[in-house]
């Protein structure tokens, strides 16, 4: 049987879960139905002595603030979790977990918005699914030959689970650098970390407050027709966050260049020298998780969907949140995603009150 909404949220992470908040706000019905059976959306499945690169207060939702977790100026990802548990059921956003949604169509007048508990006939859709359900892994020469264990960022929890193993960690990003810390740390697994170029360290001093400052500031050049100011990108990758700033100073942390092929029990370099390592980890980065939509047709290239602000190209009653820069500045944080989540509601209920 059909159910009748005016907005559908499909994904009830923390991009979700602003949506919901100004869906609220601009007294629009709606539902937003979440695949994970818990609250915390990625958050709950990150590994467990991951920690945020923002501090507490760059790290909140709109209209309520990140509670400081004692003792720790980036908070874990477990606090996280409970924050937005707690988000959810303070503003009373109408989430049903455990909800996956396999396809979005429409019928010419009507969204319809197929779940695995039924179909949702809304005039509105706010994708917000992020990418954690889809981890990208690189076509690299041999990777099929290999035949020790290999994981990505998705599966990694902690170092004891590599007691007495050689390691090796691709991928220059933050979760690559953070994976290769932690393990080295540990002391008990031989790491070896490499990335595609060197390792790009924001200084010690900028973390996630300064980076969402400069995708703020660009965001306000280019509004305002003034000259590109520049990306955050072109201050680094890496945000140096205590673990890692820990195994750098120690000298734990060196990138190695890309090897030239995995064998069967590891890896050949270009100097010709050979590896053996018991595990590869893949820090390769994710694509948007947007399958759901491929109903409507909507696809342009490298798996995006080409979208104006938030709203998609093609189809003015569906938006996308969070999932990259490409939805908007910094929309794939904490911090960032208020602002395009507010625009997506206002513009929803524009669409549907004219
Ligand atoms: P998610 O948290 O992935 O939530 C998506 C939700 O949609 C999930 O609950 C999922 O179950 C659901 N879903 C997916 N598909 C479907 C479907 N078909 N039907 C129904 N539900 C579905 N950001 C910061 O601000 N600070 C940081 O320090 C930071 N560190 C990060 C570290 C790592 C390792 C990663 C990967 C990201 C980090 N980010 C950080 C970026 C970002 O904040 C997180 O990725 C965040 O989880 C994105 O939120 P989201 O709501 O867009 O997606």
């Known amino acids: 049987m059909n159910q009748h909404t005016d907005v559908v949220v499909v994904g009830g992470g923390q991009a979700g879960l602003a949506a919901g908040y100004h869906l609220r706000r601009q007294n629009l019905d709606h539902v937003i139905l979440d695949a994970d059976p818990a609250p915390g959306g990625a958050w709950q499945h990150m590994w467990d002595s991951l920690h945020l690169f923002s501090p507490v207060e760059h790290s909140s939702l709109p209209g309520r603030l990140m509670p400081a977790q004692p003792g720790e100026t980036y908070p874990g990802a477990g ?19 455990g909800t996956r949604v396999r396809a979005v169509r429409h019928d010419g007048e ?10 949702w006939r809304a ?17 690299v020469p041999g990777r099929s030959a ?17 007691a007495g193993q050689r390691v090796l ?15 080295a740390l540990d002391g008990h697994v031989e790491v070896t970390w490499v990335t595609q170029r060197p390792p790009r ?18 965001r306000r050049a280019l509004d305002a027709g003034r000259r590109d100011t520049g990306a955050a990108a072109s201050l680094g990758d890496i945000a140096a966050v205590p673990p890692v700033r820990a195994a750098r100073d120690a000298g734990l942390l060196h990138a190695k260049p890309m090897f030239s092929r995995l064998t069967a029990d590891g890896a050949w370099w270009a100097d010709d020298s050979h590896t053996t390592v018991d595990a590869v980890i893949w820090c390769t980065g994710f694509r948007p998780a947007l399958s759901h939509l491929a109903p409507l047709n909507l696809r342009g290239p490298r798996g995006h969907m080409p979208t104006d602000g938030t709203r998609a190209c093609g189809e003015p009653r569906l938006h996308l949140l969070g999932y990259g820069d490409w939805t908007g ?5 904490l911090i960032g995603v208020g602002r395009p989540a507010r ?12």
């Open 201 to 218: 360290f924001l200084r010690d001093d900028i973390d996630g407050r300064a980076l969402f400052d400069v995708a703020t500031a660009r």
């Open 123 to 139: 005039r509105g859709v706010i994708s917000a699914t992020g990418t954690w359900t889809r981890p990208f892994i690189p076509a």
């Open 343 to 354: 625009d997506a509601a206002g513009e929803i209920a524009h669409l549907l009150r004219s």
């Open 329 to 333: 500045p910094a929309s794939a944080t």
């Open 169 to 183: 960690v691709v991928g220059g990003g933050n979760s690559g650098a953070q994976i290769a810390a932690d393990l």
């Open 110 to 119: 009507r969204l319809l918005v197929e779940a695995d508990t039924g179909t």
């Open 146 to 162: 290999f035949t020790g264990r290999q994981l990505h960022t998705v599966d990694y929890r902690c170092p004891t689970d590599f």
């Open 79 to 97: 606090h996280v979790v409970d924050y937005l548990a707690d988000y959810e059921k303070r503003y009373d956003l109408p989430v049903q977990h």
